[in-house]
């Protein structure tokens, strides 16, 4: 039976288009076990786009980027940097949870290259469509993915650098990693890191230019032939 995908009311124009689009994705085999397509939600216009790895459990359960425990988290290290969460736009580099089961639970996997590769068929279009002055990526893996490249977070975190498209980003770790930090006092410090190299990023961006990103993925008919419509594909 087709799944019903939602995306957030904050879409409009060109952006909801592609996500309804997006909703009936087949270019990789992680839409068979998710739920829903996870597209980026957030103005059209914003001056930031925050950009993470995968959906999470109740990502793909909601329909929704950054819902979970990492997105609250998020939200406060971004309020706390200056920034409301409702000003940015937030996406993954992939739009499908990849898990495995564990009894009942459904354990995150990362995704690997093809799927990254296939899935910035979207991030671009979100890239373009937005024309943010400033890509913030959240963890190695979307960093990787923006770059084109191998990225050793720990080298690049929080350093401006420019990614292929001509876009300006930073990278700065996933928010879930804070939280499977065991210690209570490493942890703050790692959250008052992630501020700040938050905190380094906004302000600039704010006032910076926007850039129009040329892609990274060439159109691909036979990606495009496996992008179709579900039925039952609606606007929450
Ligand atoms: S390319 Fe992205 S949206 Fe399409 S099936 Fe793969 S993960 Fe899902």
Same mark, same amino acid.
């Given at each position: 039976?087709?799944?019903?995908?939602r995306f957030s009311?904050?879409l409009?124009?060109?952006?909801?288009?592609?996500a309804?689009?997006?909703?009936?994705?087949?270019?990789?085999?992680?839409?068979?076990?998710?739920?829903?397509?996870?597209f980026?939600?957030?103005?059209?216009?914003?001056?930031?786009?925050?950009?993470?790895?995968?959906?999470?459990?109740?990502?793909? #359960?909601? $329909? /929704?980027?950054? +819902?979970?425990?990492?997105? %609250?988290? @998020?939200?406060?290290?971004?309020?706390?940097?200056?920034?409301?969460?409702?000003?940015?736009?937030?996406?993954?580099?992939?739009?499908?949870?990849?898990?495995?089961?564990?009894?009942?639970?459904?354990?995150?996997?990362?995704?690997?290259?093809?799927?990254?590769?296939?899935?910035?068929?979207?991030?671009?279009?979100?890239?373009?469509?937005?024309?943010?002055?400033?890509?913030?990526?959240?963890?190695?893996?979307?960093?990787?993915? #923006?770059? $084109? /490249?191998?990225? +050793?977070?720990?080298?690049? %975190?929080? @350093?401006?650098?420019?990614?292929?498209?001509?876009?300006?980003?930073?990278?700065?770790?996933?928010?879930?990693?804070?939280?499977?930090?065991?210690?209570?006092?490493?942890?703050?410090?790692?959250?008052?890191?992630?501020?700040?190299?938050?905190?380094?990023?906004?302000?600039?961006?704010?006032?910076?230019?926007?850039?129009?990103?040329?892609?990274?993925?060439?159109?691909?008919?036979?990606?495009?032939?496996?992008?179709?419509?579900?039925?039952?594909?609606?606007?929450?």
């Amino acid at each position: 039976m087709a799944k019903a995908a939602r995306f957030s009311q904050q879409l409009s124009g060109p952006l909801r288009a592609v996500a309804a689009e997006a909703a009936g994705c087949e270019r990789c085999p992680l839409y068979r076990d998710a739920t829903q397509t996870v597209f980026g939600e957030g103005p059209s216009d914003a001056r930031i786009m925050l950009v993470g790895e995968q959906p999470g459990d109740k990502e793909d #359960l909601e $329909g /929704r980027p950054f +819902v979970g425990p990492a997105g %609250r988290l @998020l939200d406060q290290a971004l309020a706390e940097a200056g920034l409301d969460r409702q000003q940015a736009y937030v996406t993954n580099a992939v739009k499908h949870f990849k898990h495995q089961p564990r009894g009942k639970r459904r354990i995150h996997k990362r995704p690997d290259r093809g799927e990254i590769q296939a899935c910035h068929w979207w991030l671009d279009q979100e890239l373009a469509l937005v024309r943010p002055s400033l890509v913030i990526a959240l963890g190695a893996t979307a960093a990787q993915a #923006l770059a $084109g /490249r191998k990225v +050793v977070l720990s080298r690049e %975190r929080g @350093l401006e650098v420019e990614y292929p498209g001509g876009l300006r980003g930073m990278s700065t770790v996933h928010p879930s990693s804070i939280l499977r930090v065991p210690d209570a006092e490493a942890r703050h410090a790692a959250f008052s890191a992630l501020v700040e190299d938050l905190r380094t990023a906004v302000r600039p961006a704010q006032e910076a230019p926007r850039v129009t990103p040329i892609p990274m993925t060439a159109a691909s008919p036979r990606g495009a032939a496996r992008t179709k419509a579900k039925r039952g594909t609606k606007a929450a």
